[in-house]
């Protein structure tokens, strides 16, 4: 299973990014996709999940900026960010719950991050 990130960059404060990550690989379902992010000398922290069933889970401090979304048909995840802040800075990492072998056995996995610079 590969998990591909893809829309990270630069944004001035104030703008607009959209990250998407794609699962791949012997899937039989998943459960759970995420974005985690980690600055420099901080620990990785849950930013936004969603369930397959569409439930949604955010961290307090991007509630009201950040939409996370998914396409269960592509088995890809979206995270729209809004009104972008400088303390957004980070690697975002996708991360999702996925079961394989005939739902036999559940896998967490990691895409290999994707950088986003707010700059003030």
């Known amino acids: 299973v590969q998990l591909v990130e893809s829309g990270g960059g630069l944004v001035q404060a104030g703008g607009s990014l959209r990250l998407s990550c794609a699962a791949s690989?012997?899937?039989?379902?998943?459960?759970?996709m995420g974005w985690y992010r980690q600055a420099p000398g901080n620990q990785r922290e849950l930013v936004a999940a969603?369930?397959?069933?569409?439930?949604?889970n955010y961290a307090d401090s991007v509630k009201g900026r950040f939409t996370i979304s998914r396409d269960n048909a592509k088995n890809t995840v979206y995270l729209q960010m809004n009104s972008l802040k400088p303390e957004d800075t980070a690697v975002y990492y996708c991360?999702?719950?996925?079961?394989?072998?005939?739902?036999?056995?559940?896998?967490?996995?990691w895409g290999q991050g994707t950088q986003v610079t707010v700059s003030s």
């Open positions: 991360n999702s719950e996925i079961l394989r072998y005939g739902g036999r056995v559940m896998g967490d996995y």
């Open positions: 969603i369930t397959s069933g569409g439930s949604t």
């Open positions: 690989g012997s899937i039989f379902s998943i459960v759970v």
